[in-house]
């Protein structure tokens, strides 16, 4: 469908087009030329030389009588050049489009073409691409193979997004297992509803085995030790023959020098100690279960210590990865929730242990089939080397100033106009760089209901409060 012609200036970046009066025009819509030149309508203004004149606006109640100044609107669309199209290929351009080249809308079919989103038994559909409104159907092993990022304010449609990657994911029999850590809990239906391919742990059902009893992970576990504690740690957990914590505080009691130091570190070992992490339950016959093909959906929302939460997702981690490299396990896509928590953009923080493995698996963890799905709600907090590492960067609406800022630093593929229609996506929209050649803008479908998150909005909170613990009484009503 002809919806206008190209205007001066055009170059190969870009070009601006005017609409036909009669021509329906939606933002995002792919364009094409008549000479082939193959791009996105990036933004449409609507203009009126009358009405800018502020000279003629002063009279623009004797003007109204006149003429009827509608009749001078016209629209221009600016489009982003992506390509030249040749034998349904997409090719790089060469020269810009001409002025007076006449413009029409790519319809779905030609679309789907151009850009591989045929239905096949290897696709896998989880939206709508917008303004289409049509199936977005597309390779799942090219979402995850190099890491993808799911970045967004609370609220936007994160946690949906993932649910019907894994509904679909299940549904279409996508043999790649999926480890979540699920740190708020809203994954906990999957294995309810999917018994035979989604096992659910608590966090608190891990316990670490004695091998995982060494300087790190204990001085990670406590504040700040002094050059002289950890001189004595690293000493004392040198000599354990049977590593467990009791054995370590028998070790240090037994010490004669340096008393106040040892007293102090004891102390603090004592805290680990009741933290209960470490125990004879291993991880062996959780993570095992990958070898099945079962996912493993581990619920974190137990953890209220950062540094336990941090610990074990580095423990978790770090097998998955060693194991992974072994040939041990199947490939696995790790999904982690909240990644921020884990892998801050600061170094030494509460998290470093689950940073440094998480940065090591962004950067070396493809080569050995271990995937990552990073979820944030604060991308501007996000460790800057793991957000690097994601090729496919999925954003739903984000508001934040600083988050969209940094947003604008790491993404290749989008236009000043796409960052800034960010902060206008509705709940579930989003814009998907780098799983095709160009960005795409969709709408995820809503994950079965049984499936999807318990996000609450304030007003259902306290409507939900006042229906179980009856009406709200006044006080005048209330005998003290
Ligand atoms: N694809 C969607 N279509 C329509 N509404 C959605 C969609 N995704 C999310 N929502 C709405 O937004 C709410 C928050 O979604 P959620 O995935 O929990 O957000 P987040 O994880 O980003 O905080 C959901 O309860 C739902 O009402
Ligand atoms: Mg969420």
Known sequence: MEVGFVISQSDIQGYSFLVSKDAKLDNN??????SGIFGRVINIANMNNLLMDQDVLIYYDEILKHVAPERENYSIAHVKIYGYVKDNRINRVNSPPKPGDTVRIVDWNELKRLFGLEESDQSISIGYVLP???????DPYRLVEKHFGVLAMSGAGKSNMISILLQEFTQRGIDL??????????????????????????????????????????????????ETQLYILDSAISRLDSPSIDNLLSILRSKDDEKRSVNALIRKILHIRNMDIFGEIGLEEKIGMLKYGKSLIIDFSDSTNDRILSTKAYVLLKE???????????????????????????????????QLILTRIAREGRKFGLCLGIISQRPYYLNQTIMA??????????????????????SEQLTEDDISSIPNLLPGEAIISGLLKYPLFVRFKLADSRLRSNYTDLRSMVDRYWEVNGRRRYLKDIDF
Not at 29 to 34: L, Y
Not at 132 to 138: H, L, S
Not at 326 to 352: K, M
Not at 389 to 409: A, C, G
């Open 29 to 34: 819509v792919f364009v094409i030329t008549d």
């Open 320 to 354: 998955l990865f060693e194991r992974r490299k072994r040939g041990e396990i199947p490939p696995v896509l790790v999904i982690v929730e909240e990644a921020h928590l884990l892998a801050s953009n600061e170094t030494n923080t509460e998290s470093r242990l689950s």
């Open 389 to 410: 590492q994601l090729n496919v960067q999925i954003f739903l609406r984000i508001v934040n100033p600083y988050d969209l800022e940094y947003v604008k630093s790491v």
């Open 177 to 226: 297992p999926v480890v979540v850590f699920d740190i708020h809990n809203e994954y906990y239906n999957f294995s309810q509803i999917y018994p035979d391919r989604f096992v659910s742990i608590k966090s608190g059902d891990i316990k670490l085995s004695g091998e995982y009893i060494n300087t790190d992970v204990v001085s990670s576990l406590i504040e700040d030790l002094s």
């Open 132 to 138: 289409y409104e049509q199936e977005f159907y597309f």
